[in-house]
């Protein structure tokens, strides 16, 4: 069974560049994406950020420029380097990837969520 571990969230000045990393652990034969995407409470999970198996990213409007994914696919690891933080970036950060098995079976698997709070 595939696991998404995240972690690099936390209190963070408005202004501030944290880099989240997300470490895929189990059986993936072939990765189709990964992605970055955050929810605060009362709103729908969005999607910040998805790099595809070909390196082709694709960012939310509101973090481009700031923002940057990319992925270790040595170490099966995604990162998230966020730079001139907002207020309302504040968020839980979930790390998505979409996957073929051994078996070509589809799946995909969220990872736990990682929340980061910009303070002002």
């Known amino acids: 069974q595939v696991q998404l571990v995240e972690s690099g969230g936390g209190v963070v000045q408005a202004g501030g560049s944290p880099r989240l990393s997300c470490v895929a652990s189990?059986?993936?034969?072939?990765?189709?994406?990964m992605g970055w995407y955050r929810q605060v409470p009362g709103k729908q999970r969005e999607s910040v950020a998805v790099?595809?198996?070909?390196?082709?990213?694709n960012y939310a409007d509101s973090v481009k420029g700031r923002f940057t994914i990319s992925r270790d696919n040595g170490k099966n690891t995604l990162y998230l380097q966020m730079n001139s933080l907002k207020p309302e970036d504040t968020a839980v950060y979930y790390c998505?990837?979409?996957?073929?098995?051994?078996?070509?079976?589809?799946?995909?698997?969220w990872g736990q969520g990682t929340l980061v709070t910009v303070s002002s």
């Open positions: 189990g059986s993936i034969a072939t990765i189709l994406s």
């Open positions: 790099i595809t198996s070909s390196g082709r990213t």
């Open positions: 998505r990837l979409e996957h073929f098995d051994t078996w070509s079976r589809y799946f995909e698997v």
